[in-house]
Nanobody
Framework: QVQVVESGGGPVQVGGSLRLSCTVS??????????MAWYRQAPGMERELVAR???????NYADSVEERFTIFRDGANNRVNLRMSSLRTEDTAVYYC?????????WGKGTLVTVSS
């Protein structure tokens, strides 16, 4: 059973920064078909894509986080990170890690980020 675990969430003030990490129980960055992504879901809202990173290094972002958030690898074959800066109250949500492993999607249980003024 593939396990996906997010970490790094918590409270932060408006304008602050936070780094999320997602660790998978299997190697991800060893297959060009694999990818990792971050989604978020705010109260009463649908889950939305925040950022996605492919094996090739190609990334894409939601318009609302462009130039504020960065998804990146840190050298580990089973991890992806999300650096979030200039945080806004509307960034408050549960952030979920999504992993695509050879055509199968896996999800973590999420980590809560609360941005307050």
């Amino acid at each position: 059973q593939v396990q996906v675990v997010e970490s790094g969430g918590g409270p932060v003030q408006v304008g602050g920064s936070l780094r999320l990490s997602c660790t998978v129980s299997e190697s991800v960055w060893v297959n060009r078909a694999n990818y990792m992504a971050w989604y978020r879901q705010a109260p009463g809202m649908e889950r939305e894509l925040v950022a996605r990173l492919e094996w090739s290094g190609r990334s894409n972002y939601a318009d609302s986080v462009e130039e504020r958030f960065t998804i990146f690898r840190d050298g580990a074959n089973n991890r992806v990170n999300l650096r979030m800066s200039s945080l806004r109250t509307e960034d408050t949500a549960v952030y979920y890690c999504n992993v695509g492993l050879q055509g199968t999607d896996y999800w973590g249980k999420g980590t809560l980020v609360t941005v307050s003024s």
